[in-house]
Structures are given as structure tokens and as C-alpha cells.
T-cell receptor
Framework: GNSVTQMEGPVTLSEEAFLTINCTYT??????LFWYVQYPGEGLQLLLK?????DKGSNKGFEATYRKETTSFHLEKGSVQVSDSAVYFCALTKGGSRGGADGLTFGKGTHLIIQP | EPEVTQTPSHQVTQMGQEVILRCVPI?????FYWYRQILGQKVEFLVS????????KSEIFDDQFSVERPDGSNFTLKIRSTKLEDSAMYFC????????????FGEGSRLTVL
């Protein structure tokens, strides 16, 4: 079945540091890949997505590239801020023609702490 | 901005009791979901719902669970006879027809089974 593996946290960085959160996946077919973020006390929010190989998703300074050859979708940001402190979830869905019917498969989440 | 709302935010119940968690999805969305997150563990898919029927469900979603869209706006998750291991944060989500995987989540309902 499908699975997502992401680096364990917490990850603690200083403000303006470079961020990488690793995510690898196992899936059949051609999944779509996502990063969701959960700020303290809030629900999960879509951060970015990529639907096919070599696509780059980007939002709020975060980027991730769909690498089919390495089955990876690592999240990066060049200069993090204290407000980026949150839990980040990598996820995939089967993609294809089923529209929204497929559930997302999530990784365990990575808690990111940015210190001023 | 439209949002998914969930009630209650926290419910404490005795083992064996029935629990209903309620969700109001975004009004023009067509797909509805329930996920759960046991403390310290990953977010797990429970069920998806479309066109008034279950589209997909996971192994977790056994006969103790049911979902319903009783009135065209609410989307409920019922657990008939709660067990200790049902203690978790339950998230409702919805999505539109053209963006698979772009789910909008509620803030969650924390269920504690004693």
C-alpha cells in the first residue's frame, strides 16, 4: 500500500536558517504529493502540492520538487522565520481520475521550532 | 474566508458510550472526509464520502463507525460503542471536485475515552 516517511522531529533552527524536511514515499501509479502545515491550535492547511514528476510546488517561500527517481518530495525554505514554527505533514493521494474520492496518506509529521 | 467547523472541540466519554462528532464542511464542496490522529502518531484516513455514500474507507473504519450527512450541511461521525483506543483528535475535511488532495480541514475534535 501507499506510505509516506518523513524525518522525525522536533527540528530546531535559528531564524534565517535554511530548512530541509525530508519526505519519501511508496506508492503505486502516479500519486499527487502535498505538504500540509498545522499551526498551534489550528487544523491542517495545504501548504503546497505537485501532481506529476519534476513539478515544483511553492508557497510562502517554501518549495518542494516531485522527484520520481528518488521517490522524494523534500520541503525547503531558504530563510525561516519564527512564524514558521508548526508541524509539517507530507502526504500523497492516488491521483488520477477519481477526483476527490481518495483519502490522503500522511506522514507522521515533523515539528519545526524556530528560535529568534 | 470559508472554513470547516467542528463540534465539540473536546468530548470526554465513558467506554461503551456512543459519540457523535459534527462537522460543517465548506458549502460548495462535494467530498467529505474524516481523519484521526492518536497522540504522537500520524494522521490516519478513516473515510471519504461523496454523493451521499461512502467512497472509500480504511481498515480502521469498522462496524463501530458510521457517517451521515443528515441535512445537506452537517457531516457527522458516529462511534457506537467507544473503546479506550478511540481516544484521538478527529479531523473533518472537505474538498471541491477539481482539486483532489486539496483538503480543507477543521480544527479537530478531541475525544477522550475513559
Amino acid at each position: 500500500g501507499n506510505s509516506v516517511t518523513q524525518m522525525e522531529g522536533p527540528v530546531t533552527l535559528s531564524e534565517e536558517a535554511f530548512l530541509t524536511i525530508n519526505c519519501t514515499y511508496t506508492a503505486t501509479g502516479y500519486p499527487s504529493l502535498f505538504w500540509y502545515v498545522q499551526y498551534p491550535g489550528e487544523g491542517l492547511q495545504l501548504l503546497l502540492k505537485a501532481t506529476k514528476a519534476d513539478d515544483k510546488g511553492s508557497n510562502k517561500g517554501f518549495e518542494a520538487t516531485y522527484r520520481k527517481e528518488t521517490t522524494s518530495f523534500h520541503l525547503e525554505k531558504g530563510s525561516v522565520q519564527v512564524s514558521d514554527s508548526a508541524v509539517y505533514f507530507c502526504a500523497l493521494t492516488k491521483g488520477g481520475s477519481r477526483g476527490g474520492a481518495d483519502g490522503l496518506t500522511f506522514g507522521k509529521g515533523t515539528h519545526l521550532i524556530i528560535q529568534p | 474566508e470559508p472554513e470547516v467547523t467542528q463540534t465539540p472541540s473536546h468530548q470526554v466519554t465513558q467506554m461503551g458510550q456512543e459519540v457523535i462528532l459534527r462537522c460543517v464542511p465548506i458549502s460548495n464542496h462535494l467530498y467529505f472526509y474524516w481523519y484521526r490522529q492518536i497522540l504522537g502518531q500520524k494522521v490516519e484516513f478513516l473515510v471519504s464520502f461523496y454523493n451521499n455514500e461512502i467512497s472509500e474507507k480504511s481498515e480502521i473504519f469498522d462496524d463501530q463507525f458510521s457517517v451521515e450527512r443528515p441535512d445537506g450541511s452537517n457531516f457527522t461521525l458516529k462511534i457506537r460503542s467507544t473503546k479506550l483506543e478511540d481516544s484521538a483528535m478527529y479531523f473533518c475535511a472537505s474538498s471541491g471536485p477539481l482539486s483532489p488532495g486539496e483538503l480543507f480541514f477543521g480544527e479537530g475534535s478531541r475525544l477522550t475515552v475513559l
